[in-house]
């Protein structure tokens, strides 16, 4: 969890760092070190934690992110093909190549992300046979000679996918295990408050090979078709309002200009995912924008199987309750058979699934005997979701 109530003294400044800063501005250090004294607090935020999205939320709303000449965050380490002889080198960025300064309510803050390797990893479950084809195909398209085989046919060299399904099945964790897998940094692409031009200044930025991450696109103002964005009636109430369109708002035309256009960059892995695949424009999702399409479904047996069996089989580094011996794999898969057979398929997400299992992982028979009251409380759930989403509030009329 995010430490945010924790406070840490400032780190001194290095003799190396000392000299190097005097040397260039005398005297720059006593001043960089007597600001970091004023500093009242750290606060560390994991990027785990939902209070990330809303500090990130936060910044991105602030007039001095507006002026930031990047809104792109760059996720993990890579290696790439630098040397001149086209084997690997690693490339290492600073962690303060991220860092800022603005102020707030007249008062100093730096704005730094900082990499640590926590040994956290994604585990996705799902269809084994569509997650080997996947990985196959990036496979092929990431070989070192695709890139003079596209160039020979002039096929533009960047491969598009769409990740669609219900929410809770693993879209974005398959994405981030895939770039890990390959060894590619992700950048997640926030569109709802950029303009086309800012759009295309950061495509231009980006590496050439790397994995380009759009979330939600039919929950971001981008799904809504070329017919809608002409609409005279709209355009003319909206003028009549004297309300411009917000800013950093793209229209498809704009959007789908920008992913096709000079800036897309050789070698790009375009990934986007989307709860709806209905509410999306087809020409969003068009063969050579998006050549693959992987329907992520709701959990079935065979999902719910190996759910089971991931959380109550003994792994390595677990820590066992002397009051609860554990159970071996034969009586897992045993139980895990049991529960898939009393869960209907399709209906819950493997999300869903895993949550009720790591609440009651202490036990694989408890689990078993409350998969159907757990199937029952749920249901009721989100039939009252269903409802509250389905309810519209009608504003009073005024005179």
């Not at 926590?118 to 092929?140: P, Q, S």
């Not at 790591?358 to 036990?363: A, K, L, M, P, Y």
Request: hydrophobic letters at 40%.
């Amino acid at each position: 969890m995010a430490r945010l109530n924790n406070t840490t003294s400032p780190t001194p400044l290095s003799p190396t760092q000392v000299s190097v800063l005097d040397f260039f501005v005398p005297g720059s250090t006593s001043i960089l070190a007597a600001i970091e004294l004023l500093a009242a607090s750290t606060v560390h935020i994991q990027y785990s934690s939902e209070v990330y999205d809303m500090v990130g939320l936060w910044v991105a709303s602030q007039t001095f992110a507006h002026r930031a000449r990047s809104s792109l965050a760059r996720v993990g380490w890579r290696q790439a093909f630098d040397n001149k002889d086209g084997t690997e080198k690693p490339l290492h960025y600073s962690p303060w190549k991220g860092t800022f300064y603005f102020i707030y309510n007249k008062r100093l803050f730096w704005f730094r992300s900082v990499e640590k390797d926590l040994n956290f990893h994604h585990t996705v479950v799902m269809n084994e046979e569509v997650k080997a084809e996947l990985i196959r195909d990036i496979e092929g398209f990431l070989h070192h000679g695709a890139p003079a085989w596209h160039l020979s046919r002039g096929i533009p060299y960047r491969k598009g996918y769409l990740l669609y399904g219900p929410p809770g099945t693993g879209k974005s964790s398959l994405c981030l295990s895939l770039a890990g897998r390959f060894d590619l940094d992700v950048y997640i692409l926030n569109i709802s408050a950029i303009d086309s031009r800012s759009l295309s200044t950061l495509l231009v930025e980006l590496p050439s090979r790397c994995v380009l991450l759009l979330e939600d696109v039919d929950a971001v103002g981008i799904s809504q078709s070329r017919q809608g964005e002409t609409d005279i009636s709209k355009a003319k109430a909206d003028a009549a309002r004297n309300q411009p369109r917000s800013q950093g708002k793209l229209s498809l035309s704009e959007l789908l200009n920008a992913l096709d256009g000079v800036s897309s960059h050789e070698g790009r892995l375009l990934m986007m995912t989307t709860n709806h695949l209905d509410h999306l424009d087809r020409a969003l999702i068009r063969a050579g924008r998006v050549d693959k399409k992987i329907e992520l479904p709701n959990a079935d047996k065979d999902v719910m199987f190996r759910l089971f069996c991931m959380i109550f089989k003994q792994s390595e580094g677990d820590t066992l309750d002397p009051k609860r011996p554990a159970q071996d794999d034969e009586t897992v898969e045993r139980y895990a058979r049991e529960s898939a057979t009393k869960t209907p398929e399709w209906e819950f997400s493997p999300a869903e699934i895993q949550s009720f299992l790591v609440e009651h992982r202490g036990s694989a028979r408890v689990a078993v005997e409350k998969v159907q009251e757990w199937i029952e409380r749920t249901r009721v759930e989100k039939s009252k979701m269903a409802r509250a989403d389905s309810f519209v509030a009608v504003s009073p009329l005024t005179t």
